[in-house]
């Protein structure tokens, strides 16, 4: 039997290396290369794999980590400065949106009701990690096209909440609709509230405790066991385990230990998130699309049309220029991931039945799959105000912070100059007590391991002109300097050297710029020594001619071993 699952995950593994990156080489996301991999080796293709209950259950925590990442990234104080246009734009696009798309349902194709009721709002949802990924494959997230989606999907990421706890309420004999949706909408309230004061009072302490101990596989423990212990408790709560890891993320949201807890969950919600995809498309009947061409493409035009109808007018009070308002409404005109998610719940609590889930499953997907070319006609409507775009993009660039990589002694002085500059920028230290302290004293820096990828792309790495690695560690300067420049070819990456060959061996890993602290000390006890002896014109000729001579003596060595 354990032969068995493991071939499974094994024939999982493999369809996902082969089509997930030709999928995101035709520009076509990663998800919609999952469900696909899931389809090629399920029940309606090769047949490799046909227990997909299996899989299924190990895929569910995927789902765990993708709503506790969210619930993460929506911090209180970035969803305030946008309230206008999450709260205002993004309740209307999703209200009407379905209402529109559960009167077709119900009207059009006769549908149950309680089922409409539930697939009507999880249709209204957009792919949040399709669309997200576009935005910034297009450098696009900065330009007002860009943020109002964002905004958008905001609110749809909130609105998942309500509608995970309205899951169990459609199972209840007696439902009531006025009655039972204001009761989810009431007790996912009360939830929230409750799990934010304790998270204040209880959850920073702890977390603070396992940092001071030092030790990284501990904190990954302890990352774990805070989502999958909050999705436990939420589950026996009578609420589901997707709704406990969201709460869970909004209870770090503004933790200077989010970044590093992000970190570590990272590479489980990757893999286990794409099991979950691909569990879906083992579950789609394939069949059904050639048995049904005309009538699956219809509903896919139908889906794709509401949400465009529904969003375009509403962007009116939001925004001036016509063409970004029917950018929007295109980018976002999809069905996504936690619309499966939803369908997946519902289809196990038996709201909708097993014909009804295959022609969803397959809208979604069929949805999704449009997406990059609907993506791309937007940015055709769009390409007329390129120039201006181009300027505001430079515009937010200048505004990008600074990343430091180790905040001690060095990291602060530049801090602190950076700070009377007026340039922003974020630090991160693996020293929990020196963390507290600094942010204590207004600096921006945060809690986590430097050396860890993941710890860096959750910070924003991918945005920052400047990259400043001062930790006090050789060997981890040298592999982070490696990482960033395979990541990030044209990053300007500076470093701090302990010595002349070290800074040699960082220079040919690919830091723009390295510092030797031997250098610095050796001239400034130098010009301390020489002051009263040399004329001060002449000694800073000296010392600028010895620091750009001992610089030059590291860059012509590189260059002739590189030639």
């Known amino acids: 039997m354990l032969s068995t699952y493991l071939l499974d995950i094994i024939y999982l593994l493999i369809a996902a290396v082969i089509t997930v990156p030709l999928f995101q080489v035709a520009k076509l996301g990663a998800v919609p290369g999952f469900l696909v991999a899931g389809i090629v080796v399920g029940p309606s293709g090769l047949g490799l794999i046909n227990n997909v209950s299996q899989i299924s259950h190990l895929a569910e925590i995927g789902v765990v980590f993708l709503l506790f990442v969210i619930g993460v990234e929506l911090k209180p104080s970035r969803l305030w400065q946008m309230r206008k246009l999450v709260f205002g734009l993004g309740s209307l696009q999703i209200l009407l949106s379905a209402m529109l798309i559960s009167a077709a349902a119900y009207f059009l194709f006769n549908v149950p009701l309680k089922a409409t009721i539930l697939i ?7 792919s949040t990690a399709f669309v997200l990924q576009l935005l910034a494959e297009q450098k696009a997230l900065k330009s ?25 309420l459609l199972t209840t004999p007696n439902f009531s609709l006025t009655e039972d949706i204001g009761f989810a909408l009431a007790e996912s309230l009360f939830i929230l509230t409750l799990v934010i004061l304790v998270g ?33 408790v939420t589950e026996h709560a009578g609420l589901s385990m997707a709704m406990g890891a969201f709460l869970a993320g909004l209870l770090i949201s503004d933790s200077f230990y989010r970044h590093q807890v992000i970190a570590e969950i990272h590479p489980f919600r990757g893999i286990l998130l794409g099991f979950f995809f691909m569990s879906m498309g083992m579950s789609l009947n394939i069949d059904l699309f050639f048995q049904h061409t005309l009538l699956s493409l219809g509903l896919v035009s139908l889906l794709i049309g509401i949400k465009i109808v529904a969003l375009y007018p509403l962007t009116f009070g939001f925004e001036k220029n016509n063409r970004t308002r029917l950018a929007i409404a295109l980018i976002l005109a999809q069905s996504g991931e936690f619309a499966l998610v939803l369908f997946s719940l519902a289809f196990q609590s038996d709201i909708i039945d097993d014909p009804l889930f295959q022609y969803l499953l397959l809208v979604v997907l069929l949805s999704m799959l449009f997406t990059p070319f609907l993506s791309a006609l937007a940015q055709w409507l769009l390409r007329k105000k390129e120039d201006k775009t181009r300027k505001q993009a430079t515009v937010n660039m200048s505004e990008t912070p600074v990343i430091i990589a180790g905040f001690g002694r060095v990291g602060r002085r530049i801090g602190s100059i950076l700070q009377q500059a007026q340039i922003p920028f974020l630090a991160m230290d693996s020293d929990a007590h020196l963390v507290e302290t600094q942010r204590e004293n207004g600096f921006p820096v945060y809690y986590g391991d430097v050396t860890k990828p993941e710890l860096l792309t959750s910070l924003g790495v991918s945005h920052a002109q400047v990259i400043i690695v001062t930790i006090n560690d050789h060997a981890g300067t040298e592999e982070m300097i490696s990482t960033l420049r395979n990541r990030y070819p044209d990053k300007q990456i500076y470093a701090r050297g302990l010595s002349l060959s070290k800074c040699r061996e960082l220079k040919k890993l690919g830091a723009s710029g390295v510092v030797s602290e031997n250098l610095e000390a050796s001239l400034e006890l130098a010009r301390m020594a020489l002051t009263h002896r040399v004329e001060k014109r002449k000694l800073q000729a000296l010392l600028s001619n010895f620091r750009h001579a001992y610089h030059t003596s590291i860059s012509t060595e590189i260059d002739d071993e590189r030639g």
């Open 120 to 126: 009507g709002p999880a249709l209204a949802l957009s």
């Open 200 to 232: 204040r009072y209880l959850l920073h302490p702890l977390l603070h405790r396992v940092a001071l101990a030092g030790n990284p596989e501990i904190f990954t423990a302890s990352a774990l066991l805070l989502v999958l212990g909050t999705a436990l």
């Open 144 to 168: 007002a096209y860009g943020r109002t989606s964002f905004a958008i999907l905001l609110m749809q990421d909130l609105a998942v909440v309500p509608l995970l706890a309205l899951i169990p």
